[in-house]
Structures are given as structure tokens and as C-alpha cells.
């Protein structure tokens, strides 16, 4: 994979971490009352909105596509999160025992990244928003079902495996539209 490539996704996890950190604090950690299928459906909600927004090609409310993406990693972030935190965890966790778990998250599915880009080399890099908004969309249907599936699956891969790919998505995403400006 090209170091580029990988400067770029810190870049874009840096930005997602900010975020992340300001709302900590703004909000604590009010999120881990919501269970998995809540946050599934917080990052269906953004998902939606931007092809919402790219079918249209207008927006009536004026918070960007950008901050939408950012929005998909850092639900997938608190999801991966959530799914390795026992019933006995306290529903507040200070930011400094969070962020290991976020840079935890996030060195997991960059790792995920660099395997699977070795692999299909930069395919992403050719690919349009509009389209890998939709692959995001897909991998959400498909942890829905996992979901109601109560978790089981006979062949796929699990829903983190979909969580942290659409983390690289969104992140791809950003990249591009950074690239754009």
C-alpha cells in the first residue's frame, strides 16, 4: 500500500478523533445506552442522508455530506466499542480510558485496510462517492439482517468485519472529497 494512502487515512482518522473527543466531552458517553442495532440504525440514518443529498443534489440542511461521513466512522467506532465492552461497564467512560479503545478500533481496521489494499491494490481511488456511499448503505442491510439474526450467519462475516468496513469506506470518502478542495 502506498505510504500516501495510509498518511491520508491518519489524516482523515485525526479529523474523525477530534470530532469524537468534543463530543466526549460535550456529551459524555451518553451513546452506550444505545444497543447495537440502535447504532446500526444511527449509521443507516447518515448513510441515508447523503445519497439522500447526492440523488437530490440539493440540501436543505446546511450540514455537510462531509461531516456525515464523519459521523458513519465514529458510530462504527462506538459500535466496535460497544460490541468489546461487557454488561458490567459503567454507562459513563472518561475520555482517557475511551481513547484507547477508539486508537484500539481504529489500528484494528487499518490493519483490515492495508491487507485488503494490498489485495485489490487502490481500486477505491477510481471509485465514485455516490458508489461507495452505496456499498455503505449495503453493509448496513447486511448487519441489519446479521442483527435479526441474533448475530449468526452461515458463510459471512461477522458484523464488526461490516463495521470496520464501512469505517474504511467513509474514510475513503473523505479522503476524495478532501482531494476535491
Known amino acids: ?5 495510509e498518511s491520508e487515512y491518519k489524516q482523515v482518522i485525526a479529523l474523525c478523533k477530534d470530532v469524537f473527543e468534543k463530543k466526549t466531552k460535550d456529551y459524555g458517553t451518553a451513546w452506550r445506552i444505545l444497543r447495537l442495532p440502535s447504532i446500526t440504525d444511527q449509521l ?3 448513510a441515508q442522508r447523503i445519497r439522500s443529498v447526492q440523488e437530490k443534489g440539493v440540501q436543505k440542511i446546511e450540514e455537510d455530506i462531509r461531516n456525515e461521513f464523519i459521523g458513519i466512522v ?16 459503567p454507562l459513563e467512560i472518561p475520555y482517557e480510558e475511551l481513547e484507547p479503545l477508539y486508537d ?39 448487519v441489519k439482517q446479521i442483527e435479526d439474526n441474533q448475530g449468526k450467519t452461515l458463510i459471512s462475516e461477522p458484523v464488526k ?8 469506506y467513509a474514510v475513503f470518502c473523505l479522503i476524495k472529497i478532501e482531494n476535491k478542495s
Open 1 to 5: 500500500m502506498s505510504t500516501q494512502t
Open 44 to 46: 443507516f440514518i447518515k
Open 74 to 89: 465514529n458510530y462504527a467506532i462506538m459500535a466496535i466499542i460497544q460490541e468489546g465492552l461487557s454488561k458490567d461497564t
Open 104 to 142: 484500539k478500533a481504529v489500528d484494528e481496521t487499518l490493519s483490515l485496510l492495508l491487507d485488503k489494499n494490498h489485495d485489490y491494490g487502490e481500486a477505491w481511488r477510481d471509485m465514485r462517492i455516490s458508489s461507495i456511499t452505496d456499498i455503505i448503505l449495503m453493509k448496513l442491510y447486511r
Open 161 to 168: 468485519a461490516n463495521y470496520q468496513d464501512m469505517i474504511n
